[in-house]
């Protein structure tokens, strides 16, 4: 079943803060491979003007899609997570989330529609500081595969035979 359109612009409550720690990032920056020192050595990211250890650029996607949950589960969206794949991922930055920030993220539904059966959700993550200064969005989308005819057959056939008493 296609999801409603009508759900486009919908928004969800700011998540509690999220504090960043350096090892947080240390580990981040090792398990995406980037060796860049400002990830893992304050001085390195000092001498680029930073106050602390700065993330990798995808840092984010890690507390946003936590926070995109409250689309997952939205009972009145009826998305069907277990056809979901991660279709795209882009951010737009202000500045570099850096260790010691609290960052709470606010969640939006930019966009939904249909191709090929395929329902397309696009979901942006507004991430903020304590101080409500914007850090980073998030946008990732998201893609609900269609149904496939035979899952259909297949539940109807249980369903009838459950009626049956089978």
Known sequence: MALDPSFIGRTYPPTAPYEVGREKIREFALAVGDANPAYTDVEAA????????????????AIAFRAAAQVVEDPELGLDYSRVVHGDQKFRYSRPVQ?????????????????????????????????????????????????????????????????KGE
Do not use: C, Q, W
């Open 46 to 61: 000092k001498a680029l003007g930073y106050p602390d250890v700065i993330a990798p650029p995808t840092f984010p996607f």
């Open 99 to 163: 260790a010691g920030d609290r960052l709470a993220v606010s969640i939006a539904i930019d966009a939904i529609k249909s191709l090929a059966g395929n329902d397309v959700l696009t979901v942006s993550g507004a991430v903020h500081d304590e101080a409500g200064e914007h850090v980073v969005t998030a946008i990732m989308t998201l893609v609900a595969r269609a149904a496939d005819p035979a899952d259909a057959t297949a539940d109807a056939e249980k369903a009838a035979d459950a009626e």
